[in-house]
């Protein structure tokens, strides 16, 4: 027998689905919030599975919201609601009194004015300031949002740090880092260039004052953050806003819209998870794979295996020897090479905010191995912390990058013109003419493309 009907409502963003189910008399009856690992498909097809198995008794009506949820409702003939006005539903009917709703989303960031009409500002191309750049300075932390959270409760200082890029923020972390401050202070201090990078960017000189409301996840998950935006926003305590719920407020939204439609059986939902289940894109823009056949792969390795540095055994070397160490905005790599520039060691790891400390452990496990007949020479630094190695190591030579760079490529190309390096939040491309370097062209306001960018998407699809 079909029982009353249940009102759904999913917000697919860009890194989380959220779901909320209401009974008739609008009450939650069932709520969660889940990472999609950029798998939105299999994450919705989730969700909806469950609610079939759970209430299997019950029509429903259905609403999707949210970045990633528009080709998936036009797919099923669901109908979509545009987020702002999902979110102006939710906002009417749970905190009516709300003036102005600040949102931060995995890789949006929206700051809504609530008057005669409704004005949204939101981030465009760039990510900066939102859950992902979160993210993504925790790791140079070697922490996670979480932890960056739990950091700030104990801070005393709050430094200067852009965040409308990764790659800005990184390069004022890093020389914190190197000379002591405290990981608490810096932690604030990322969240302050947030509060920074949305109130400036967003807000652009308007006035963010009355009743202020914050939603989205790192705002309801994060209260450090949210502290950073009311001391900012110089907020009394009786205009702060924070809903129960907060993350799940536009799927709230999308959830009373959805009342406004026909309901369907959960026979017709089932038909309908099916058809997403086995819907195969076919797009005609996808790029041709590098490889064909695996002839072609055999070949490609064949080729690159010709570009390789000759190697000796450290364990029985006797001679001088020489020590290179590269201090990158990520990683420290550390070789030790004969006279004839003959590899003997190498080393590469992750600097986790502690460059000198890294390349002094990298140094220990090397003299630990080295024959008392190897002698070492002469040591060169060169890479972000060039001059930092030099001065706490006493090394003798502190290189800049691009001339080591030309210097390593000229052994395996003697006429090489070009050199592309991309490294953990830069990327270079030097130009070579008459045996010197005569251009060089740098990335200056955004990672996006280097290591530190894959390493994020990575995560992102749970790899």
């Given at each position: ?130 859950g992902a750049f979160l993210d993504q ?132 939902l089932k038909s309908k998870i099916e ?24 070949q490609f390795k064949k080729r690159h ?159």
């Amino acid at each position: 027998m079909i029982k009353d009907t249940l009102h759904v409502g999913l917000d697919v963003g860009s890194t989380t689905v959220k779901i909320v189910v209401m009974n008739e008399n609008k009450e939650i009856i069932y709520k969660d919030y889940r990472r999609h690992f950029s798998d939105t498909r299999k994450t919705i097809c989730d969700f909806l599975e469950e609610i079939a198995e759970k209430y299997e008794n019950f029509n429903i009506t259905l609403a999707l919201t949210g970045s990633g949820a528009m080709a998936v409702a036009d797919f099923l003939g669901i109908p979509f609601i545009q987020e702002v006005v999902a979110c102006k539903r939710a906002v009417e009917y749970y905190i009516p009194k709300t003036d102005v709703v600040i949102e931060l989303g995995g890789e949006d960031a929206k700051i809504i004015y609530f008057d005669k009409s409704i004005e949204q500002r939101m981030n465009g191309t760039c990510a900066g300031g939102t859950g992902a750049f979160l993210d993504q300075m925790a790791t140079l932390l070697n922490t996670d949002t979480y932890g960056l959270n739990e950091l700030s409760k104990n801070h005393n200082t709050v430094y200067p740090i852009a965040s409308r890029c990764g790659v800005f923020a990184k390069t004022d972390i890093q020389p914190l880092l190197n000379e002591g401050a405290a990981k608490e202070d810096i932690a604030t201090s990322i969240f302050q260039a947030v509060v920074n990078q949305t109130i400036s960017g967003l807000a652009c000189g308007r006035p963010i004052k009355g009743h202020v409301a914050f939603l989205g996840g790192p705002l309801s998950y994060l209260p450090e953050l949210r502290e950073r935006f009311i001391e900012t926003l110089n907020l009394k305590d009786e205009e702060i806003i924070i809903p129960e719920d907060a993350h799940l407020l536009v799927a709230k939204g999308a959830t009373l819209d959805s009342i406004n439609y026909n309901p369907i059986s959960i026979q017709k939902l089932k038909s309908k998870i099916e058809l997403l289940k086995n819907y195969h894109e076919d797009s005609s823009d996808s790029l041709a794979p590098l490889f064909t056949v695996e002839e072609e792969y055999e070949q490609f390795k064949k080729r690159h295996a010709k570009n390789v540095i000759p190697k000796r055994d450290l364990k029985n070397y006797k001679g001088k020897c020489f020590i290179g160490i590269d201090s990158g905005s990520t990683t420290s790599k550390l070789v030790l090479i004969d006279e004839k520039g003959a590899l003997l060691y190498s080393a590469y790891k992750s600097n986790e905010g502690k460059p000198i400390q890294t390349v002094i452990g990298m140094l220990k496990d090397l003299y630990k191995i080295m024959p008392k007949e190897a002698e070492i020479c002469y040591s060169g630094s060169t890479g972000y912390g060039e001059k930092l190695i030099q001065t706490g190591l006493n090394v003798e030579l502190n290189e800049i990058e691009t001339i080591a760079h030309y210097t390593a490529a000229k052994i395996f190309s003697p006429n090489a013109t070009s050199i592309v390096d991309i490294g953990g939040q830069d990327m270079k491309y030097i130009k070579i003419k008459n045996n010197a370097i005569d251009n060089i062209m740098l990335n200056e306001a955004c990672s996006s493309g280097c290591g530190s960018f894959m390493e994020t998407i990575a995560k992102n699809i749970n790899l």
